[in-house]
């Protein structure tokens, strides 16, 4: 059993904490690697600062592809399959974010490409 440790941005730390954001998206990692059910999440947020807070340890119960189409009105693509708008805002809602537009306006905010490839990591406390 491994443990990926995981820093959030402080906007995410409460819910994380109370247990309405039990996943987060990752881009893919130059080795290729990526958590595995079973293994353990260690949530901080402020990591390698003074503020240095640790939210939780959760296990790992899933990890699943993770592409978004930024362009436009976005497109959600897990595992191959290309969400319908609601379950897009239902994935947003599980990562913390109030609607599917203000997830996908984070994500251009955070990558300068046209599309972002990642995985999402589900975990149970």
Request: aromatic share 10%; hydrophobic share 40%; with cysteine.
């Amino acid at each position: 059993m491994a443990r990926f440790v995981l820093n959030f941005k402080a906007q995410f730390a409460r819910a994380i904490q109370a247990g309405t954001k039990r996943q987060t998206i990752r881009k893919n990692r130059a080795d290729g690697k990526r958590p595995q059910p079973g293994d353990v999440a260690v949530c901080y947020t402020g990591l390698r600062t003074r503020q240095a807070k640790h939210l939780l340890d959760g296990q790992i119960t899933r990890c699943r592809s993770v592409r978004i189409e930024i362009l436009h009105q976005g497109e959600l693509i897990i595992d191959g399959e290309r969400l319908s708008a609601e379950a897009r805002t239902e994935f947003a809602h599980a990562d913390g974010f109030p609607s599917w537009p203000a997830m996908l306006d984070f994500f251009r905010g955070q990558c300068s490409s046209a599309t972002f490839d990642g995985f999402c990591v589900e975990w149970e406390v």
